[in-house]
């Protein structure tokens, strides 16, 4: 379940909005094993982002939000994000129409040496660096 704030979404409900969020990243040409990038504040949308990166084995890079532009740009080339979704895109890529179908998403296991989450260090000696 997610809580935020009032809104509560259950777990039948959220695995709905995941696979429909699957369903928009491919429509937007996202595949298994691309490199994600994404870089705006916490939400229930940002989370329902993340779990239908998962599930469709996509891998997710976090990237801080205050973080200066030309910095998240930077470091989304150096690790080779195919897409990067900022701020409001994210709302863009997930769906909460309850209406619509969910279907089955073969493949929800996830192999032991597959990418799933791709973050940045703190960069406390220089850049920050990715760490898989």
């Known amino acids: 379940m997610i809580i935020w704030g009032t809104r509560r979404i259950q777990r039948p409900q959220l695995d709905a909005y995941i696979s ?3 369903r928009q990243l ?19 949308e940002y989370v329902v982002l993340l779990l239908s990166l998962w599930r469709m084995k996509a891998v997710a890079c976090p990237i801080d939000p205050h973080w200066p532009p030309k910095m998240a740009d930077a470091y989304a080339a150096k690790i080779n994000a195919r897409h990067f979704f900022k701020g409001g895109d994210v709302q863009k890529a997930v769906c909460f129409d309850a209406r619509l179908p969910a279907p089955a998403v073969p493949g929800d ?3 032991l040496d597959q990418e799933v989450t791709v973050i ?3 960069g ?5 660096k990715a760490a898989v």
């Open 26 to 44: 491919k429509g937007m040409g996202i595949k298994p094993g691309d490199r994600v990038a994404l870089s705006a504040p916490t939400s229930a």
């Open 20 to 22: 429909c969020g699957v």
């Open 109 to 111: 296991d996830l192999a």
């Open 120 to 122: 940045a260090t703190s």
């Open 124 to 128: 406390t000696s220089g850049a920050p």
